[in-house]
């Protein structure tokens, strides 16, 4: 023991034995190489590094890039183009639009042509920030002083496609690897710029910092799931400014110009703050109705309000030419009382204008619209079509399909290419003989999949009311039609980590749990640290290492070099895509946040593009949060990575900022 002070040349390890007893021994051999320098970042096995104070790492405020200094030598990245990524992408603002001031034909373009072009051995790892077309949530986000800015937004990104296509992270691991994250982040609330977040509508999502997995569940669950079977949209109604597939509302059924607030308040000469009105009477509601608009009820847990969703009741029938109250136009400032005309004016009040009964001189921000009076008063001279505009294009009845022409509204679609001359010589009147062949010549096969399970015994029972083979495909039909795999789709696909608001640091992730009293054997299972591990208004290395032995994941988390917490075992990872025709999931699995979590189906957009999304499912719930405060970097190591190497990054971010 005497010699240990002259001879050891490495911090010392203490191994267990295992080859015939257990014993303790003191080894200072195989410690590998760790960085001892702190004016130096470890780079060993640095896959992917995004630090937004090198130029190359952003662009405005929209785009995060990894650094090409490094990249994960087994990336690989073809040219191709995403054909099909305009109906998801749409979801999360990679293409945005706004919702109040587009046209049909505009909304048809970016929805069904929107593209994304893949460019080949450009291995980065990119990441956009995220925001979404419905108007339902708010996403600020800022880069400046070399840090970037999180108060309600984050950024996201895929980084891998189907095949052998586009793939720049790893996505599976195996027994021995390491995935190790870094991050330099300070925690610290902000002054608030928005009340319409990710975080206000779900406060216990709040801190997601970091996600991996898929983005979104089956968009088209919504179209696969007409009858809503699960009766998720049992509180929907239209709001305000609902797309009619009809051009026309059953006053049976709706108010025209349903309303969030019956006392809103104006902001004047704000395009943006406007709230379509018609009117209000009490007495033309029911007691139980007129709860609502005190936020008494509750649907689901949630409030009506709180989910920015109408009413849920149905009025009473309501016939305009009665007597009723009428809330004027914003650009007026005046409390006169107003007739109705159907028209559409741009100074507050849409698909009515209000024609003032009395002096009409405040009304001034609507000249322009109305002319000196304020108002059109003659509708009668105008034809029918005056070319002053080009007609609107009709989508109501348009079947929206892939580029290889499979339909969004079929569900258990597949197809597949072969040259097999097995399957292609099928001795039919349309089958290839070797006279009519090409050699290198591939075809699409293509069907459903068998989502049938009865029994063939039992129902073709030779009765008068058993089926035969001429009416049994109904039930087959009707089995295959059915999406049965949202959940599946999920499973151990959903992992994120967080940072509470007393200081913890840990991780939430959504895995297959078959003891779960949840009818889909969803589990949600997460861990953290003691509070106070992270402070306030403070810069942080934070290091995160996970690591697979025999099947299962174990993470440790550092915070300025500093062991702080280590999990139980978890269930492994399984990064996959959703089970569904690829075309109609593009940029969806396989994706990666940096500030937050995922939207899920939150902002989801259908061909009915006017409707808010009306269902919540588990990512949306459990995963739609940010992180409140700054992030300067990022880093992924696919190798363990030393305790010293560890520490010295550390030492090297604070060297960096000039901390002492």
């Given at each position: 023991?005497?010699?240990?002070k002259?001879n050891?040349?490495?911090?010392l390890?203490?191994?267990?034995?295992?080859?015939?007893?257990w014993?303790?021994?003191?080894?200072?051999?195989?410690?590998g190489?760790?960085?001892?320098?702190?004016?130096?970042?470890?780079?060993n096995?640095?896959?992917?590094?995004?630090?937004v104070?090198?130029?190359?790492?952003?662009s405005?405020?929209?785009?995060?890039?990894?650094?090409?200094?490094y990249q994960?030598?087994?990336?690989?990245?073809?040219?191709?183009?995403?054909?099909n990524?305009?109906?998801?992408?749409?979801?999360n603002?990679f293409?945005?639009?706004?919702?109040d001031?587009i046209?049909?034909?505009d909304?048809?373009?970016i929805f069904?042509?929107?593209?994304?072009?893949?460019?080949?051995?450009?291995?980065?790892?990119k990441?956009?920030?995220?925001?979404?077309n419905?108007l339902?949530?708010?996403?600020?986000?800022?880069i400046?002083?070399?840090?970037?800015k999180?108060?309600?937004?984050f950024?996201?990104?895929?980084f891998?496609?189907?095949?052998?296509?586009y793939?720049?992270?790893p996505?599976?691991?195996e027994?021995?690897?390491?995935?190790e994250f870094?991050f330099?982040?300070?925690?610290?609330?902000?002054e608030k710029?928005?009340d319409k977040?990710?975080?206000?509508k779900?406060?216990?999502n709040?801190?997601?910092?970091?996600?991996?997995g898929?983005?979104?569940?089956?968009?088209?669950?919504?179209m696969y799931?007409e009858?809503d079977?699960?009766?998720?949209?049992?509180?929907f109604?239209l709001?305000?400014?609902?797309?009619?597939?009809?051009a026309?509302?059953?006053?049976?059924?709706y108010?025209?110009?349903?309303f969030?607030d019956?006392?809103?308040e104006?902001?004047?000469?704000?395009?943006?703050?406007?709230v379509n009105f018609n009117y209000y009477?009490?007495?033309?509601?029911?007691?139980?109705?007129?709860?609502?608009?005190?936020?008494d009820?509750?649907?689901?847990?949630?409030?009506?309000?709180?989910?920015?969703?109408?009413?849920?009741?149905?009025p009473r029938i309501?016939?305009?030419?009665?007597?009723?109250?009428?809330i004027?136009?914003?650009c007026?400032?005046?409390?006169?009382?107003y007739?109705?005309?159907s028209?559409?004016?741009?100074?507050?009040?849409v698909?009515?204008?209000?024609v003032?009964?009395?002096?009409?001189?405040k009304?001034?921000?609507?000249?322009?619209?109305?002319?000196?009076?304020g108002?059109?008063?003659d509708f009668?001279g105008?034809?029918?079509d005056?070319?002053?505009?080009e007609?609107?294009l009709?989508i109501?009845?348009?079947?929206?399909?892939?580029?290889?022409g499979?339909?969004?509204?079929?569900?258990?679609?597949?197809?597949?290419?072969t040259?097999?001359?097995f399957l292609?010589?099928?001795r039919t009147?349309?089958?290839y003989?070797?006279r009519?062949?090409?050699?290198g010549?591939?075809?699409?096969?293509f069907?459903?999949?068998?989502k049938?399970?009865e029994?063939?015994f039992?129902?073709?029972?030779?009765?008068?009311?058993?089926?035969?083979?001429?009416?049994?495909?109904?039930?087959?039909?009707?089995?295959n039609?059915?999406?049965?795999?949202?959940y599946?789709d999920?499973?151990?696909n959903a992992f994120?980590l967080?940072?509470t608001d007393?200081?913890?640091?840990?991780?939430?992730y959504?895995?297959?749990?078959?003891?779960?009293?949840?009818e889909h054997k969803?589990?949600i299972?997460?861990?953290y640290?003691?509070?106070?591990?992270?402070?306030?208004?403070?810069w942080h290395?934070?290091?995160?290492?996970?690591?697979?032995?025999f099947?299962k994941?174990?993470?440790?988390f550092?915070?300025?070099?500093k062991?702080?917490?280590?999990?139980?075992?978890?269930?492994?990872?399984?990064?996959?895509?959703?089970n569904?025709l690829y075309?109609k999931?593009?940029?969806?699995?396989f994706?990666?946040?940096?500030g937050?979590g995922t939207?899920g189906?939150?902002?989801?957009?259908?061909?009915?593009y006017m409707?808010?999304p009306?269902?919540l499912?588990p990512?949306?719930e459990n995963?739609?949060g940010?992180?409140i405060?700054?992030i300067k970097s990022f880093k992924?190591y696919?190798?363990g990575?030393?305790y010293?190497?560890?520490?010295?990054?550390?030492?090297?971010?604070?060297?960096?900022?000039?901390?002492?």
């Amino acid at each position: 023991m005497a010699n240990l002070k002259d001879n050891n040349y490495h911090n010392l390890k203490i191994r267990v034995n295992k080859d015939e007893y257990w014993d303790f021994f003191i080894n200072k051999d195989s410690f590998g190489h760790f960085l001892s320098n702190s004016n130096r970042m470890y780079d060993n096995c640095l896959i992917s590094y995004i630090d937004v104070s090198l130029p190359e790492c952003y662009s405005g405020d929209t785009w995060l890039f990894g650094s090409s200094n490094y990249q994960w030598e087994s990336a690989y990245t073809t040219t191709y183009t995403l054909n099909n990524i305009g109906y998801t992408a749409i979801d999360n603002g990679f293409f945005t639009y706004r919702k109040d001031r587009i046209s049909n034909k505009d909304f048809f373009e970016i929805f069904t042509k929107s593209k994304y072009d893949i460019v080949e051995n450009d291995n980065r790892l990119k990441l956009h920030a995220v925001s979404g077309n419905t108007l339902l949530y708010e996403y600020p986000v800022h880069i400046e002083n070399d840090a970037i800015k999180l108060n309600g937004g984050f950024y996201q990104g895929f980084f891998m496609t189907e095949c052998n296509k586009y793939r720049v992270l790893p996505f599976r691991m195996e027994d021995g690897d390491f995935w190790e994250f870094e991050f330099e982040l300070n925690k610290c609330e902000l002054e608030k710029e928005s009340d319409k977040t990710l975080n206000d509508k779900y406060p216990n999502n709040k801190g997601i910092f970091f996600y991996l997995g898929t983005r979104a569940e089956n968009k088209w669950i919504y179209m696969y799931d007409e009858d809503d079977v699960e009766g998720k949209e049992s509180c929907f109604t239209l709001s305000y400014d609902d797309y009619i597939e009809d051009a026309h509302i059953d006053k049976k059924d709706y108010i025209v110009g349903n309303f969030y607030d019956v006392e809103p308040e104006y902001i004047e000469d704000d395009i943006d703050d406007y709230v379509n009105f018609n009117y209000y009477d009490e007495k033309y509601y029911t007691p139980s109705e007129k709860e609502l608009f005190s936020d008494d009820i509750d649907c689901e847990g949630n409030s009506i309000m709180d989910d920015f969703l109408d009413y849920a009741i149905k009025p009473r029938i309501i016939d305009e030419s009665l007597p009723h109250k009428v809330i004027g136009c914003s650009c007026c400032s005046d409390s006169s009382s107003y007739k109705q005309v159907s028209f559409s004016n741009y100074c507050g009040c849409v698909k009515q204008a209000y024609v003032k009964n009395g002096n009409s001189d405040k009304c001034l921000s609507c000249d322009l619209i109305f002319g000196e009076d304020g108002y059109i008063d003659d509708f009668d001279g105008l034809e029918e079509d005056p070319g002053y505009f080009e007609n609107e294009l009709n989508i109501v009845d348009f079947e929206y399909e892939t580029d290889n022409g499979f339909l969004f509204k079929s569900a258990n679609d597949y197809y597949f290419y072969t040259d097999n001359k097995f399957l292609l010589f099928d001795r039919t009147c349309k089958g290839y003989t070797v006279r009519d062949w090409v050699e290198g010549t591939q075809m699409m096969y293509f069907g459903k999949r068998n989502k049938f399970k009865e029994n063939l015994f039992i129902l073709m029972n030779r009765t008068s009311t058993g089926y035969t083979v001429r009416d049994i495909d109904v039930l087959r039909d009707k089995a295959n039609s059915v999406y049965d795999d949202l959940y599946n789709d999920i499973y151990n696909n959903a992992f994120a980590l967080r940072i509470t608001d007393n200081g913890e640091i840990g991780y939430r992730y959504l895995v297959l749990d078959c003891e779960s009293e949840d009818e889909h054997k969803i589990s949600i299972i997460e861990g953290y640290s003691n509070p106070g591990v992270i402070s306030d208004c403070e810069w942080h290395t934070v290091h995160v290492k996970l690591k697979k032995t025999f099947g299962k994941i174990k993470l440790y988390f550092y915070v300025d070099g500093k062991l702080v917490y280590i999990t139980k075992q978890l269930p492994n990872f399984n990064f996959h895509k959703l089970n569904d025709l690829y075309e109609k999931q593009e940029g969806v699995p396989f994706n990666i946040s940096l500030g937050g979590g995922t939207q899920g189906l939150g902002e989801t957009i259908q061909p009915n593009y006017m409707l808010e999304p009306t269902r919540l499912y588990p990512l949306e719930e459990n995963f739609a949060g940010t992180f409140i405060g700054y992030i300067k970097s990022f880093k992924f190591y696919n190798c363990g990575v030393e305790y010293m190497n560890i520490l010295n990054n550390y030492k090297w971010e604070k060297n960096k900022r000039g901390d002492k």
